[in-house]
């Protein structure tokens, strides 16, 4: 990605970067590769950030911020229907690639006891959130934890694993949406 010489890369810039780079695993997020595919020098680079453990630590509160805490914050404030919040959570997740780095995050978290700390935190957010969205649409709180758990892994799971048209089919998320829904057995 060439990067005009008018435009002024912010530090989001860099970590948005460094997100898409850690797909190719985290050991492949070094300055110079980095500033080569954004088109710039590694002066930019150093503009925002001491050195790359500081990217590093930027980057794990970055997803955490914009993969986990904007779409809890944008499903909370939904002022709809609890059942219609969790769908939204859903497609959004799902349109919006949202756990597209989740497991780019759970390998660097198997070496990396911060990353392993932020992915736990991170987790927790995810699955308490989940249950909250369902103990709202009426579920008892073990019901509530159960289907909010099987929506976060099924979120992560589908968006990381299957990279097929299927995975954002509104039609199909709309029956797994229904079957997370039904009535408790």
Partial sequence: MVQSKEKRLTRDDWLQAALSMCELGIENVKIAPLAEDMGVTTGSFYWHFKNRPELLDALLEYWEREMTDVAIKTAREYPGPPAERIFLLMEAVMHGDMARYD???????????????????????????????????????????????????????????????????????????????????
Avoid: C
């Fill in 103 to 185: 497991l780019p995050i759970w390998h660097w978290a198997q070496s990396d006891s911060n990353a392993a700390a932020v992915l736990k935190r991170v987790l927790k957010k995810r699955f308490n959130f989940a249950a909250w969205m369902f103990k709202q649409a009426g579920f008892s709180d073990r019901q509530a934890k159960a289907r909010g758990r099987m929506m976060v892994v099924y979120l992560m799971g589908e968006s990381t694993l299957v990279s097929d048209s299927l995975s954002k089919n509104k039609e199909l998320l709309r029956l797994k949406h229904a079957i997370l829904m039904s009535p408790e057995p």
